[in-house]
Protein backbone atom coordinates (compact mmCIF):
# COMPACT_ATOMS: atom_id res chain seq x y z
CA UNK A 1 0.00 0.00 0.00
CA UNK A 2 1.44 3.67 -1.00
CA UNK A 3 1.77 6.39 1.41
CA UNK A 4 -2.00 8.05 0.34
CA UNK A 5 -3.41 4.91 0.50
CA UNK A 6 -1.71 3.90 4.00
CA UNK A 7 -3.07 7.53 5.38
CA UNK A 8 -7.01 6.84 3.82
CA UNK A 9 -6.94 3.83 5.78
CA UNK A 10 -5.96 5.80 8.70
CA UNK A 11 -8.03 8.43 8.43
CA UNK A 12 -11.38 5.45 7.31
CA UNK A 13 -10.23 3.63 10.47
CA UNK A 14 -10.38 6.96 13.40
CA UNK A 15 -13.74 7.78 11.58
CA UNK A 16 -14.93 4.22 12.27
CA UNK A 17 -13.91 4.46 15.53
CA UNK A 18 -16.05 7.68 16.38
CA UNK A 19 -19.10 5.96 15.08
CA UNK A 20 -18.58 3.04 16.75
CA UNK A 21 -18.29 5.27 19.85
CA UNK A 22 -20.77 7.13 19.48
CA UNK A 23 -23.39 4.24 18.41
CA UNK A 24 -22.30 3.04 21.57
CA UNK A 25 -23.03 5.91 23.80
CA UNK A 26 -26.46 5.80 22.08
CA UNK A 27 -26.92 2.38 22.66
CA UNK A 28 -27.49 1.84 18.55
CA UNK A 29 -27.35 -1.35 16.76
CA UNK A 30 -25.22 0.52 13.82
CA UNK A 31 -22.77 -2.14 13.51
CA UNK A 32 -22.64 -5.80 13.11
CA UNK A 33 -19.20 -7.82 12.82
CA UNK A 34 -19.92 -10.34 10.64
CA UNK A 35 -21.05 -7.45 8.20
CA UNK A 36 -17.99 -5.26 8.76
CA UNK A 37 -15.68 -8.09 8.28
CA UNK A 38 -17.55 -8.77 4.66
CA UNK A 39 -17.22 -4.69 4.21
CA UNK A 40 -13.68 -5.06 4.88
CA UNK A 41 -13.20 -7.95 2.94
CA UNK A 42 -14.65 -6.71 -0.21
CA UNK A 43 -12.56 -3.57 0.34
CA UNK A 44 -9.33 -4.95 0.45
CA UNK A 45 -10.26 -6.96 -2.86
CA UNK A 46 -10.78 -3.57 -3.94
CA UNK A 47 -7.38 -2.14 -2.62
CA UNK A 48 -5.80 -5.36 -4.49
CA UNK A 49 -7.42 -5.09 -7.92
CA UNK A 50 -6.94 -0.87 -7.77
CA UNK A 51 -3.67 -0.98 -9.68
CA UNK A 52 -4.81 -3.08 -12.67
CA UNK A 53 -8.16 -1.18 -12.46
CA UNK A 54 -6.78 2.40 -12.80
CA UNK A 55 -4.30 0.98 -15.37
CA UNK A 56 -7.52 0.17 -17.16
CA UNK A 57 -9.31 3.11 -16.49
CA UNK A 58 -6.39 4.96 -17.97
CA UNK A 59 -6.08 2.70 -21.18
CA UNK A 60 -9.88 3.43 -21.65
CA UNK A 61 -9.40 7.17 -21.42
CA UNK A 62 -6.54 7.49 -23.46
CA UNK A 63 -8.03 5.45 -26.79
CA UNK A 64 -10.93 8.82 -27.00
CA UNK A 65 -8.20 11.66 -25.87
CA UNK A 66 -6.59 11.74 -28.94
CA UNK A 67 -10.27 12.17 -30.83
CA UNK A 68 -10.92 16.05 -27.89
CA UNK A 69 -12.98 18.34 -29.26
CA UNK A 70 -11.43 20.99 -27.01
CA UNK A 71 -8.89 20.13 -24.37
CA UNK A 72 -9.37 22.36 -21.73
CA UNK A 73 -6.40 24.86 -20.00
CA UNK A 74 -5.08 23.71 -16.86
CA UNK A 75 -6.68 26.18 -14.73
CA UNK A 76 -8.56 26.39 -11.27
CA UNK A 77 -11.63 27.20 -13.10
CA UNK A 78 -11.18 24.14 -15.64
CA UNK A 79 -10.60 21.85 -13.00
CA UNK A 80 -14.03 23.30 -11.19
CA UNK A 81 -15.87 22.61 -14.43
CA UNK A 82 -14.58 18.60 -14.59
CA UNK A 83 -15.72 18.17 -11.31
CA UNK A 84 -19.16 19.44 -12.23
CA UNK A 85 -19.13 17.37 -15.60
CA UNK A 86 -17.89 14.22 -13.58
CA UNK A 87 -20.41 14.93 -10.54
CA UNK A 88 -23.20 15.17 -13.08
CA UNK A 89 -21.95 12.06 -15.13
CA UNK A 90 -21.44 10.19 -12.08
CA UNK A 91 -25.52 10.85 -11.30
CA UNK A 92 -26.33 9.11 -14.67
CA UNK A 93 -23.60 6.22 -13.95
CA UNK A 94 -25.83 5.76 -10.62
CA UNK A 95 -28.93 6.10 -12.00
CA UNK A 96 -28.68 4.04 -14.30
CA UNK A 97 -26.99 1.20 -12.66
CA UNK A 98 -30.63 1.13 -10.79
CA UNK A 99 -32.32 0.96 -13.86
CA UNK A 100 -30.56 -1.25 -16.01
CA UNK A 101 -30.61 -5.14 -14.84
CA UNK A 102 -27.04 -5.89 -15.89
CA UNK A 103 -25.57 -2.83 -13.78
CA UNK A 104 -27.92 -3.60 -11.00
CA UNK A 105 -26.20 -6.86 -10.52
CA UNK A 106 -22.64 -5.11 -9.81
CA UNK A 107 -24.25 -2.40 -8.03
CA UNK A 108 -26.60 -4.39 -5.51
CA UNK A 109 -23.44 -5.26 -3.57
CA UNK A 110 -23.26 -1.96 -2.17
CA UNK A 111 -27.08 -1.81 -1.47
CA UNK A 112 -27.04 -5.28 0.06
CA UNK A 113 -26.36 -4.65 3.86
CA UNK A 114 -29.11 -4.47 6.37
CA UNK A 115 -26.79 -1.74 8.34
CA UNK A 116 -25.50 1.41 7.68
CA UNK A 117 -22.38 2.75 8.50
CA UNK A 118 -18.87 4.04 7.21
CA UNK A 119 -18.04 0.04 6.92
CA UNK A 120 -21.11 0.51 4.45
CA UNK A 121 -19.41 2.99 1.83
CA UNK A 122 -16.59 0.74 1.22
CA UNK A 123 -18.60 -2.31 -0.10
CA UNK A 124 -18.02 -2.43 -3.83
CA UNK A 125 -17.95 -4.13 -6.40
CA UNK A 126 -14.95 -5.27 -7.70
CA UNK A 127 -16.00 -5.84 -11.56
CA UNK A 128 -17.77 -2.85 -11.75
CA UNK A 129 -14.35 -0.83 -11.54
CA UNK A 130 -13.52 -2.56 -15.26
CA UNK A 131 -17.26 -1.54 -16.50
CA UNK A 132 -17.81 2.15 -15.21
CA UNK A 133 -14.77 3.30 -17.22
CA UNK A 134 -16.66 3.11 -20.53
CA UNK A 135 -19.13 5.06 -19.46
CA UNK A 136 -17.07 8.22 -17.99
CA UNK A 137 -14.89 7.86 -21.14
CA UNK A 138 -17.22 9.98 -23.58
CA UNK A 139 -16.87 13.18 -21.42
CA UNK A 140 -13.25 13.19 -22.44
CA UNK A 141 -13.86 14.00 -25.85
CA UNK A 142 -15.53 17.20 -23.91
CA UNK A 143 -11.81 18.16 -23.47
CA UNK A 144 -11.78 16.82 -19.85
CA UNK A 145 -8.26 15.75 -18.98
CA UNK A 146 -8.12 11.83 -17.88
CA UNK A 147 -6.34 12.65 -14.54
CA UNK A 148 -8.57 15.31 -13.75
CA UNK A 149 -11.54 13.13 -13.91
CA UNK A 150 -9.88 10.66 -12.18
CA UNK A 151 -9.34 12.67 -9.93
CA UNK A 152 -13.13 14.35 -9.93
CA UNK A 153 -14.35 11.12 -9.40
CA UNK A 154 -12.38 9.96 -6.18
CA UNK A 155 -12.66 13.59 -4.91
CA UNK A 156 -16.53 12.41 -5.12
CA UNK A 157 -16.30 9.28 -3.58
CA UNK A 158 -14.17 10.56 -0.45
CA UNK A 159 -16.61 13.13 0.33
CA UNK A 160 -19.57 9.92 -0.12
CA UNK A 161 -17.88 7.70 2.08
CA UNK A 162 -18.77 10.40 4.94
CA UNK A 163 -22.49 10.19 3.60
CA UNK A 164 -22.66 6.71 5.25
CA UNK A 165 -23.66 7.23 8.77
CA UNK A 166 -26.82 7.38 10.81
CA UNK A 167 -25.02 9.65 13.46
CA UNK A 168 -25.37 13.10 11.69
CA UNK A 169 -29.34 14.01 11.79
CA UNK A 170 -31.64 15.81 9.29
CA UNK A 171 -29.48 19.45 8.54
CA UNK A 172 -32.76 21.18 8.33
CA UNK A 173 -32.96 23.90 5.72
CA UNK A 174 -29.47 23.09 4.36
CA UNK A 175 -31.38 19.63 3.44
CA UNK A 176 -31.71 19.32 -0.55
CA UNK A 177 -30.44 22.51 -1.34
CA UNK A 178 -26.69 21.82 -3.21
CA UNK A 179 -24.72 19.38 -1.07
CA UNK A 180 -25.46 15.33 -0.37
CA UNK A 181 -25.50 14.43 3.07
CA UNK A 182 -25.47 11.80 5.41
CA UNK A 183 -29.88 12.01 5.44
CA UNK A 184 -30.18 12.46 1.42
CA UNK A 185 -27.88 9.23 1.30
CA UNK A 186 -29.66 6.75 3.74
CA UNK A 187 -32.75 7.78 1.81
CA UNK A 188 -30.89 6.47 -0.90
CA UNK A 189 -30.24 3.11 0.63
CA UNK A 190 -33.68 2.75 2.27
CA UNK A 191 -35.77 -0.09 0.96
CA UNK A 192 -39.33 1.83 1.71
CA UNK A 193 -41.20 2.43 -1.32
CA UNK A 194 -41.29 5.80 -0.56
CA UNK A 195 -37.30 5.58 -0.72
CA UNK A 196 -36.97 2.93 -3.91
CA UNK A 197 -34.58 4.53 -6.91
CA UNK A 198 -34.09 8.20 -5.15
CA UNK A 199 -30.98 10.51 -4.03
CA UNK A 200 -28.75 9.41 -6.70
CA UNK A 201 -25.96 12.08 -6.35
CA UNK A 202 -22.76 11.66 -5.46
CA UNK A 203 -21.49 15.62 -3.83
CA UNK A 204 -24.17 17.47 -5.46
CA UNK A 205 -27.68 16.81 -4.22
CA UNK A 206 -28.79 19.50 -6.77
CA UNK A 207 -28.66 16.79 -9.61
CA UNK A 208 -31.32 15.07 -8.04
CA UNK A 209 -33.69 18.37 -7.45
CA UNK A 210 -33.17 19.11 -11.07
CA UNK A 211 -33.86 15.51 -12.61
CA UNK A 212 -36.71 14.58 -10.54
CA UNK A 213 -35.25 12.40 -8.13
CA UNK A 214 -35.05 14.03 -4.94
CA UNK A 215 -36.74 12.18 -1.87
CA UNK A 216 -36.22 13.86 1.90
CA UNK A 217 -36.21 11.44 5.09
CA UNK A 218 -39.77 11.35 6.26
CA UNK A 219 -39.09 7.88 7.92
CA UNK A 220 -37.27 5.36 9.52
CA UNK A 221 -35.28 4.31 7.16
CA UNK A 222 -35.18 0.33 6.49
CA UNK A 223 -31.47 -0.71 4.67
CA UNK A 224 -30.52 -3.17 2.17
CA UNK A 225 -32.56 -4.72 -0.54
CA UNK A 226 -36.45 -6.12 -0.86
CA UNK A 227 -35.18 -9.17 -2.82
CA UNK A 228 -34.03 -10.87 0.52
CA UNK A 229 -30.38 -10.84 2.60
CA UNK A 230 -27.63 -11.85 0.91
CA UNK A 231 -25.40 -13.16 3.50
CA UNK A 232 -22.05 -12.60 4.85
CA UNK A 233 -20.20 -14.21 2.43
CA UNK A 234 -17.83 -11.24 0.37
CA UNK A 235 -17.58 -14.01 -2.95
CA UNK A 236 -21.58 -13.83 -2.82
CA UNK A 237 -22.46 -10.94 -1.94
CA UNK A 238 -20.11 -9.67 -4.89
CA UNK A 239 -21.02 -12.67 -7.72
CA UNK A 240 -24.51 -14.19 -6.52
CA UNK A 241 -26.63 -10.77 -8.44
CA UNK A 242 -25.02 -11.62 -11.68
CA UNK A 243 -24.70 -15.52 -11.30
CA UNK A 244 -28.52 -15.11 -10.78
CA UNK A 245 -28.66 -12.55 -13.68
CA UNK A 246 -26.51 -15.27 -16.39
CA UNK A 247 -29.01 -18.15 -15.32
CA UNK A 248 -32.36 -15.56 -16.27
CA UNK A 249 -33.46 -15.62 -12.52
CA UNK A 250 -32.63 -12.02 -11.27
CA UNK A 251 -35.05 -9.69 -10.67
CA UNK A 252 -34.71 -5.62 -9.50
CA UNK A 253 -36.41 -5.19 -6.06
CA UNK A 254 -38.58 -2.78 -6.78
CA UNK A 255 -39.48 -5.47 -9.49
CA UNK A 256 -40.28 -7.67 -6.67
CA UNK A 257 -42.04 -5.47 -4.83
CA UNK A 258 -44.44 -5.23 -7.93
CA UNK A 259 -44.91 -8.34 -8.01
CA UNK A 260 -43.25 -8.88 -11.89
CA UNK A 261 -39.68 -10.28 -13.26
CA UNK A 262 -37.01 -7.20 -14.81
Known sequence: MDGIGLRLLVLLLVFVAAESAWSALRRRRTYNLRDSLANVAISVGNNLLRPLSLAWKYVVFSWVEPFQVYPLPDTGWAFLVTFLIADCAYYWYHRLSHEIPILWTMHHTHHSSPWMNLTTAV??????????????????????????????????LFYQFLLHTDAVPP????????????????????????????????ALILWDRLFGTYQSEVEPVRYGVTSGFVGHNPLVIQLAPLWKYLRGEWRREKDVMRGRPS
Open 123 to 156: RLNWIANFVSPFFFAPFILLGVSPEWMTASLALG
Open 171 to 202: LGWFEGKLLNTPSAHRVHHGSNPVYIDRNYAG
